[in-house]
Nanobody
């Protein structure tokens, strides 16, 4: 079983910054990718950014140029630096991890979510 623990959400004014962190622990053989998804009230969960173990990043168009995702492979940790926050960034942010628990067994895990609220 793989557990994800998130931290760093909170309340910030528009134009401000927040940094989210997520660490994976448990029966991990390898982590191939980690990412952040978000879900605003009344909307579907959507991709914010992803980071692969090889260092490849991917961003939603709505956050490009404002958010930066990075990772620490040795610690199975991913970070999301969020700058120039807008009211529309308000959502619950969920960490996601893809990897292997053994050479043959894969996993996908989700964190419990952390609230980000941007006041305008």
């Amino acid at each position: 079983q793989v557990r994800l623990v998130e931290s760093g959400g909170g309340l910030v004014q528009a134009g401000g910054s927040l940094r989210l962190s997520c660490t994976a622990s448990g029966s991990i053989f390898s982590v191939d990718a980690m990412g952040w998804y978000r879900q605003a009230p009344g909307k579907q969960r959507e991709l914010a950014a992803t980071f692969t173990s090889g260092g490849t990043t991917n961003y939603a168009d709505t956050v490009k140029g404002r958010f930066t995702i990075s990772g620490d492979n040795a610690r199975n940790t991913v970070y999301l630096q969020m700058n120039s926050l807008k009211a529309e960034d308000t959502a619950v942010y969920y960490c996601n991890a893809l990897g292997r628990t053994t050479r043959l067994s894969t996993f996908e895990s989700w964190g419990q979510g952390t609230q980000v609220t941007v006041s305008s």
